[in-house]
C-alpha cells in the first residue's frame, strides 16, 4: 500500500498541491486524468522525489509506502 498523507507543494509562493490524502492498495489500478496544468505530473514527482533540490520548491506531508 502507498499512502499520501496531506501532501502538500509549493514552488516559492504558488500553491500547487494542498492537503492530498490519498491510499492506494496493492493491487490498486489507478488513474490520474485533468486538464493540463492541473498537477498530474507535479503529484507524481512527490514519489520519485524529483524536486527535491529545486530551489523555492516545498513539500509537506508524508507518502508512505507498506506503512
Known amino acids: 500500500m502507498i499512502q499520501f498523507i496531506n501532501v502538500?507543494?509549493?514552488?516559492?509562493?504558488h500553491n500547487v498541491l494542498e492537503n492530498i490524502n490519498l491510499s492506494i492498495n496493492e493491487g490498486?489500478?489507478?488513474?490520474?486524468?485533468g486538464p493540463s496544468g492541473c498537477g498530474k505530473s507535479?503529484?507524481?514527482?512527490?514519489?520519485?522525489?524529483m524536486n527535491d533540490l529545486v530551489e523555492g520548491?516545498?513539500?509537506?506531508g508524508d507518502v508512505k509506502l507498506d506503512g
Open 8 to 13: 502538500s507543494k509549493a514552488y516559492k509562493q
Open 57 to 60: 520548491c516545498s513539500i509537506t
Open 28 to 33: 490498486e489500478l489507478v488513474v490520474l486524468i
Open 42 to 49: 507535479t503529484f507524481l514527482k512527490c514519489l520519485n522525489r
